[in-house]
């Protein structure tokens, strides 16, 4: 796309009430607009990253057999009474409104409840299992403080996978390709280094969950981490028992600060027997369905991507997630650099080769700055000096030095 | 993919509380589930059909220059109170709620106000402008009445651009654009015969707005249509002079019922004004950005395209809007008719050409009734009788008519 065309622009000043880093570089690099605190919109660069960090979920979603739905927002009281969740006291995050009538309901902050209820009318026997559904819906959360920008909001975009099992064996067998495909997630994403999954308080059903972790300054979860066996416990479950279990011992733990990136969770028949989920077993039995249930919300794992990666200049987006493959720059105002720019940016979308071009009358200066702020992988500069070298420059964000290479040279490693 | 993994199993009867037919009939089929009274949850045929509206009308969007963005449901109230339309009085279908400290904060019903407000931050001169912006987004309205299936619900997907101008002139060429890619819209969901650009009442700001409406009993409007000319008249600007304008006469008009699937309109300052969105010209003048409104519910259009085009046996569904190209329905329970269909399951995926494959194990009865219901726009059979002839039976759901044909002939025709 012709940067001339965009209609969001860069700003020197993050709003002087973000204290987020994140927040603070999305909006100045205009990816996402502060409706209020803990509330964000996505403008269209950002949304390009949050359909690039959800498309990766999705395929691993699918690559698991998850059939994907989109379930509501508007939440009927009935089914939270059954399961107990209904009270503010339980759950000290609800936002409720009222129909017309005065009855009473909620904002979905998980869905547990209604995925349940809708499997009631789905699950007669135990053919009917196991299988598993997933959705990526906004969730609302009444959090009293909100000022760790997109990672932590009111409003969120979440994919909740929900799995349905005739036995805690199968679950457990789901569980741990669910696992592995969290992990080749987090790796796609750029976080594959700094994720740890760690062991978290279970259940009635299980003795551990795990959460899927990020090490980084500005978390919110404390964490203790095994370097060398790549081991990470949640503070709550650090005992005697737990490190004698796992092997390992205290001193060999570092305190980290950490963001949590993902859960997953066995629910057992936690939401079934309350709502009735049911099969009747090959022996003509009723027997209660067994759950599970995995979160990773992609605004939040943007938010920590920006966290993560990042430097004084700007961004620095990993390849997978990026709005861009691209960004070309032109920088001469003679008629040979908009012609070489013009048919390089026609080349490059002739290959599919999604690239932003700065074709704006601006200072060099002021592209470099926007260049570094928005942080597309490649940069591909074109100027009066590389064409008199008959060249053009190309310069990644993760290096300082740059390069002065050929037209099919460019071609080349872009199609790579 | 095979149905027997699809977790989704069709039901004879629609819940006893539900009236409108395409609810009964998406419900029955195993498209969408009734969370309660206008509140429905998409589940994956139905999400497949939503999608596929959706991109319809994204490339549609995209082809007219339309960034996309997403915006957050929660509003602030301060935008709202400057438009002077916070009070429930002038917008008589808000859902409320409360933040802890008991702010009020309410669920956004439309976006007029929250765009305008992002562009402040955008738009300076005179150069940054026209574009247009677009979103498919959530919105929440609280109706009293709710008894129309997917078409007229508390919570939907709602397509909504906007477009911002320096001129009159500026808009009302691009208003034109939206219009003709709307009547595009509607052509390729299938609805394109059935739907009418009517005139209905404008504003301050324009003589008449737009809305396309799609003849149909079950419609909650009423329009005159003059059939000769393809001109609709919305009731409320049914008068004489405006009869003259258009150069119709009352006599030729036939009264029709109809479902409003879009409309367009000319907003003019009406938001930039309170909102300060503003410009400055080329002569140093700051000037207020003229504005466009222009949407269409693709949940609404689901229902309408349902309501259009069924039968007694089910739903027919438009190729390009229709869950899977292919419905391929394995009859036989020999070893030569599972081979030959898992065979011919396995080709046609290659092709990338999206399948259903019905390989469960049931009555040949129960399989096309579940076709039928399910509205695939192509049905094939395998079975021991078209394995006897070394065919396959091909028919399309909108013919009463079957015809046996050979693989090769099967992959050719689908292949086009």
């Known amino acids: 796309m012709r940067q001339s065309h965009l209609f969001t622009k860069t700003r020197k000043e993050a709003p002087a009430d973000e204290v987020s880093k994140n927040a603070q570089l999305l909006i100045r690099a205009g990816f996402i607009h502060k409706e209020m605190a803990g509330?964000?919109?996505y403008l269209p660069l950002g949304l390009k990253v949050l359909e690039n960090i959800k498309n990766i979920i999705r395929e691993e979603m699918n690559t698991i057999?998850?059939?994907?739905?989109?379930?509501?927002?508007l939440q009927d009281k009935d089914a939270w009474e059954k399961t107990g969740r209904w009270s503010d006291e339980v759950i000290d995050i609800w936002?409720?409104?009222?129909?017309?009538?005065?009855?009473e309901i909620g904002l979905a902050s998980t869905h547990e409840e209604a995925m349940t209820k809708i499997m009631a009318h789905h699950v007669q026997s135990a053919k009917d299992l196991p299988f598993s559904v997933y959705q990526f819906q906004n969730k609302f959360r009444n959090e009293t403080r909100a000022k760790s920008g997109i990672m932590r909001t009111r409003e969120f975009i979440m994919k909740d996978l929900y799995s349905f099992h005739t036995s805690q064996e199968d679950l457990d067998e789901y569980y741990e390709k669910v696992s592995v495909?969290?992990?080749?997630?987090?790796?796609?994403?750029?976080?594959?280094?700094?994720?740890?999954?760690?062991?978290?308080?279970?259940?009635?059903?299980?003795?551990?969950?795990?959460?899927?972790?990020?090490?980084?300054?500005?978390?919110?979860?404390?964490?203790?981490?095994?370097?060398?066996?790549?081991i990470a416990v949640n503070k709550e479950v650090l005992t005697n028992e737990v490190l004698a279990e796992l092997g390992i011992s205290r001193n060999d733990l570092v305190e980290k600060k950490a963001i949590e990136v993902g859960n997953i969770f066995k629910l057992g028949t936690r939401f079934s027997e309350p709502l009735e989920l049911s099969y009747v077993s090959e022996n003509g039995e009723k027997k209660p369905v067994i759950m599970g249930s995995y979160g990773i919300g992609p605004g939040r794992l943007m938010g920590t991507i920006v966290e993560s990666l990042s430097d004084d200049k700007g961004i620095i987006w990993p390849k997978e997630v990026s709005p861009f493959a691209v960004h070309l720059l032109r920088l001469g105002t003679g008629e040979e650099s908009l012609k070489v720019a013009n048919e390089l940016y026609?080349?490059?979308?002739?290959?599919?080769?999604?690239?932003?071009?700065?074709?704006?009358?601006?200072?060099?200066?002021?592209?470099?700055?926007?260049?570094?702020?928005?942080?597309?992988?490649?940069?591909?500069?074109?100027?009066?000096?590389?064409?008199?070298?008959?060249?053009?420059?190309?310069?990644?964000?993760?290096?300082p030095d740059s390069e002065l290479v050929t037209r099919e040279e460019v071609m080349k490693i872009l199609s790579q």
């Open 346 to 399: 026609a080349d490059l979308r002739k290959k599919s080769i999604d690239v932003l071009y700065d074709d704006r009358d601006l200072r060099p200066g002021e592209k470099f700055a926007d260049s570094d702020l928005i942080g597309i992988p490649v940069r591909l500069v074109i100027s009066d000096k590389t064409l008199a070298e008959n060249k053009i420059e190309i310069k990644y964000r993760t290096s």
């Open 95 to 103: 936002f409720k409104t009222k129909l017309k009538n005065d009855t």
């Open 65 to 73: 057999g998850g059939q994907e739905v989109f379930l509501s927002t």
């Open 39 to 41: 509330v964000y919109d």
């Open 181 to 230: 495909a969290y992990t080749r997630i987090f790796e796609r994403v750029g976080l594959g280094e700094s994720t740890y999954k760690t062991f978290a308080s279970g259940g009635i059903f299980s003795k551990f969950s795990h959460e899927f972790q990020t090490i980084s300054d500005t978390g919110e979860d404390t964490m203790y981490v095994h370097e060398d066996k790549k």
